[in-house]
């Protein structure tokens, strides 16, 4: 299966400032998925970020609060824009697999103060 | 809309005792479905998977899970279970679009205890 490097793994951040998650993996996959774990809960998806595309956002998520870019078939980011306490979560980037299996990354702890 | 039901958020057994953590998902068509551990400050992975075949699924360190069409199921069995697999667990459907599937839901999770 492939293999996901996200970065940064945590990180501490102002209100109102931004932060850009970085994730790249060892093969060109077509499709990457970011997901949001919020504290004691579940993983939501955010958005679908094909290559040379824009990205597909789910219902309450919003392209000028969590822009993405896709420039090729290894790598994505995420940034999380304007943020505020509420954004306070773990921010995960996946890739479809073969035989519909799905890798995550290790994930990004965001803590807004 | 498809949805994914963990009726346990926590569940604690001894270790060596048999566990099973259910899921109930709701879906028009022949699902995909999906077992994930998480361990404190880890990543997902993913333990077994189903999506055709036979409704009895072996995955890795030990767990099985069963399709059961008729009640909606896809609940995770362990017969003996370790100090290690203290986790939380994740129950998805995999929403499928022209034969293969492209996003996720996921359950609420349920948070594994193991006493010694």
């Known amino acids: 299966s492939a293999v996901i490097s996200q970065k940064p793994s945590r990180d501490i951040c102002q209100r109102g400032t931004s932060l850009t998650i970085q994730c790249q993996v060892d093969?060109?996959?077509?499709?990457m998925f970011w997901y949001r774990q919020q504290p004691g809960q579940s993983l939501t998806l955010i958005a679908t970020?094909?290559?040379?595309?824009?990205?597909?956002?789910e219902s309450g998520f919003v392209i000028d609060k969590f822009p993405i870019s896709r420039p090729n078939l290894t790598f994505s980011t995420l940034t999380v824009s304007n943020m505020s306490p509420e954004d306070s979560s773990i921010y995960l980037c996946?890739?479809?697999?073969?035989?519909?299996?799905?890798?995550f990354g290790s994930g990004t702890r965001l803590t807004v103060v | 809309a498809q949805s994914v039901t963990q009726p346990d958020i926590h569940i604690t057994v001894s270790e060596g005792a048999s566990l099973e953590l259910r899921c109930n998902y709701s879906?028009?068509?022949?699902?995909?479905l999906f077992w994930y551990v998480q361990s404190p400050g880890q990543g997902l992975q993913l333990l077994l998977k189903?999506?055709?075949?036979?409704?009895l699924v072996q995955g890795i360190k030990g767990f099985e899970a069963e399709f059961k069409r008729s009640q909606s199921s896809f609940n995770l069995r362990k017969p003996s279970v370790h100090w290690s697999d203290a986790a939380e667990y994740f129950c998805?459907?995999?929403?499928?679009?022209?034969?293969?599937?492209?996003?996720?839901?996921f359950g609420t999770g349920t948070l594994l205890a193991v006493q010694p």
């Open positions: 879906y028009g068509a022949t699902p995909y």
């Open positions: 093969s060109q996959v077509t499709m």
């Open positions: 996946s890739v479809q697999g073969l035989n519909y299996g799905y890798t």
């Open positions: 970020a094909n290559q040379g595309s824009e990205a597909t956002y």
């Open positions: 189903y999506f055709s075949g036979d409704t």
């Open positions: 998805a459907v995999g929403q499928a679009y022209g034969g293969a599937t492209n996003k996720l839901i």
